[in-house]
């Protein structure tokens, strides 16, 4: 485990693990080891493990160290959340049932914090009842004094526990919201470290077990691990100059949604088939449940920033995550411009989309104004993660606050992934329903002008499209032109003149637009029906509009919820709304 990985997401947008050389480390203040004993000792199988924590030179798992960061990946920092303080390892014999008891466990406490690599060594029987092991499962947990692991366990002999009783181990505290509202956890717990832990299984014997103790060493093997818990933090910056009256804005105070944070989080992720070369970063349990989990229902309340604490730069939107840009550089320019993070918490990993309100003022304090966050579901909040909020004035007087969060991974017990995607959009509100923007047959102008601007998918391909096939789509400049050929004629209305009053002219309707290239560009266009308003068919008037990149993922058209889409479920802020009136 080492740095966290960084997901970004943009409204702007959205780092993994190094595990090097085996080095035993000794000096343990305290060691015990358990191992069915049924047979001689020349059956013992020996296993050499090495983890790490993460350096700066740490690379991904199964790398060497010495490589360059990738680019979605950023340093743990402060360098406590890498910090080992003890270990405990359950071995079991692939393919036995949730009943299944270790064949080998093993706790060592460290009589010296290892901030960096970690080689641990232990045995077990090559034969179990008779039969030859051929492959192991791993259950790996460093830190477990920091979630009181032994209570969580309810008093069982951790050497004898079951597979099924790791899987459903949870923790409630720390890491989560006080019933005040503040963080429980706002610093790495002094003396405990963080929660990291891996579940890794089909681990091969004959690849990298030894007869010998000393033998297992040049078959050792490498396990990446993940801290069990995010992080969440957020950075403010202004715009310099007089010009720019920013000398009396501030942050008044931050607050993040009730029932977003589950009040147990499993110790364990999900078990994970064993890969040299991998890191598996998208790491997490799959048994939470919305309808079967409980959520903390307090709101988590966090501190404002003064005026003197939010940092004057030259151009504040020059902080936003440009597309060509790594993880550890998006955070490097914050802290080389002196901008600084606050109210740093560390939160139990939800299913759940991240939502908040920042209240801030631009006169000092004598009127408040607000502006929400989102980041949305779908794994983006997981462990491992680190949560970033950008804030900037750019005026003010005139202006308000731009808020872009942002997602990433921590790099082996911290790092980030960043959603390699991004949009912005805009919709001027030319009339609207209560369920989605107004549309005309016949009439794209009167509805909206929607433009996606600057879509960029780093090459991949992508298309705009809508659920209801009655729908379509009509491609304009950035003026709202569009081309508009031969005449049209209602015969309602021209019976009665000589045919020379047409009504309109045509314009080409699109059922989808479509970029093979996945070129970036900003695309203008009206979301229009194919046919006249039609009462008696009342399903056919609504229409969700999306935006997908190969091979099926959804952008984030509405962070914010600032325009009418989805609030709830799987599409929340991933689809615009339009209801035909004409």
Same mark, same amino acid.
């Given at each position: ?9 943009k ?48 690379t ?5 160290s ?73 259950y ?24 099924k ?13 006080n ?18 832990s ?25 396990i990446?691990l ?18 720019a ?15 977003t944070?589950?009040?147990a ?13 991998g ?40 902080f ?45 304090g004598? +009127?408040?104004?607000? %502006?929400? @966050?989102? !980041?949305p579901?779908e $794994? ?7 949560? *970033? &909020? ?28 960043f ?43 992508w ?13 304009c400049?950035k ?10 004629y ?12 047409p009504?309109?002219? +045509?314009?080409k309707? %699109?059922? @989808?637009? !479509?970029?093979?290239? $996945? ?7 009206? *979301? &229009? ?32 919820f ?21």
């Amino acid at each position: 485990m080492k740095r966290y990985q960084s997901t970004l997401t943009k409204m702007t947008r959205p780092v993994c693990m190094a595990l090097a050389a085996l080095l035993m480390v000794g000096a343990m203040a305290s060691c015990s080891e358990n191992e069915n004993t049924e047979t001689a000792l020349g059956d013992n199988a020996y296993l050499s493990l090495s983890f790490s924590t993460g350096t700066g030179n740490s690379t991904r798992a199964g790398e060497t160290s010495g490589k360059a960061l990738a680019d979605n990946e950023t340093d743990a920092n402060p360098t406590q959340e890498n910090d080992i303080h003890n270990i405990k390892v359950w071995v079991f014999k692939s393919n036995t049932g949730d009943e299944a008891t270790p064949i080998s466990y093993k706790a060592e406490t460290l009589s010296e914090v290892k901030n960096g690599n970690y080689t641990l060594s232990l045995r077990f029987l090559r034969k179990i009842g008779g039969q030859e092991v051929k492959n192991i499962d791993l259950y790996i947990l460093a830190n477990s004094e920091s979630i009181n692991m032994p209570d969580q366990i309810k008093g069982k002999d951790l050497s004898s526990v079951t597979r099924k009783d790791l899987k459903e181990v949870c923790f409630t505290s720390p890491f989560g919201i006080n019933s005040d509202g503040n963080a429980e956890t706002k610093e790495v717990p002094a003396g405990k470290g963080l929660p990291i832990s891996r579940a890794i299984t089909k681990i091969s014997v004959d690849s990298h077990v030894a007869d010998t103790e000393e033998g297992a060493k040049a078959k050792g093997i490498r396990i990446p691990l993940v801290r069990a818990v995010s992080k969440l933090h957020f950075y403010f910056a202004r715009k310099s100059g007089s010009d720019a009256n920013t000398s009396q804005v501030k942050v008044t105070k931050i607050e993040v949604e009730g029932n977003t944070i589950p009040t147990a989080s499993y110790v364990f992720p999900d078990e994970a088939t064993y890969n040299e070369n991998g890191y598996n970063q998208n790491v997490t349990s799959q048994k939470y449940d919305n309808a079967g989990t409980d959520y903390v229902s307090n709101t988590l309340k966090l501190a404002g920033v003064e005026n003197k604490d939010i940092k004057e730069v030259d151009n504040p939107e020059s902080f936003i995550k440009k597309s060509n840009q790594s993880a550890q550089e998006y955070l490097d320019a914050f802290k080389q411009a002196g901008i600084g993070s606050h109210n740093l918490c560390y939160l139990r990993e939800t299913n759940k989309a991240i939502r908040g309100t920042i209240w801030y003022s631009l006169d000092g304090g004598a +009127t408040e104004k607000h %502006e929400t @966050f989102n !980041i949305p579901s779908e $794994g983006n909040a997981i462990r491992n993660r680190e949560l *970033v &909020v950008y804030g900037y004035f750019l005026n003010g007087q005139m202006g308000k606050l731009t808020v872009t969060p942002s997602i990433q991974e921590w790099q082996d017990g911290g790092t980030f992934d960043f959603i390699d995607a991004s949009t912005n959009v805009e919709i001027p509100d030319s009339g609207k329903t209560d369920w989605g923007y107004k549309v005309y047959y016949g009439f794209p102008k009167r509805g909206s002008m929607i433009t996606l601007q600057d879509i960029d998918t780093k090459g991949k391909p992508w298309i705009l499209q809508t659920d209801n096939p009655m729908f379509g789509f009509v491609q304009c400049d950035k003026d709202g032109n569009y081309p508009e050929e031969t005449p049209y004629y209602n015969p309602e209305i021209t019976q009665n003149n000589d045919g020379k009053n047409p009504v309109g002219k +045509t314009y080409k309707i %699109e059922d @989808f637009i !479509i970029n093979q290239s $996945g070129e970036k560009k900003t695309l203008y266009f009206y *979301v &229009v029906p194919k046919n006249r308003l039609d009462l008696a068919k009342p399903h056919n008037v609504k229409a969700q509009v999306f935006l997908t990149k190969y091979p099926n993922d959804k952008f984030v058209l509405n962070p914010s919820f600032k325009y009418n889409g989805c609030k709830e479920g799987k599409f929340a802020g991933k689809d615009i709304h339009f209801e035909q009136v004409l």
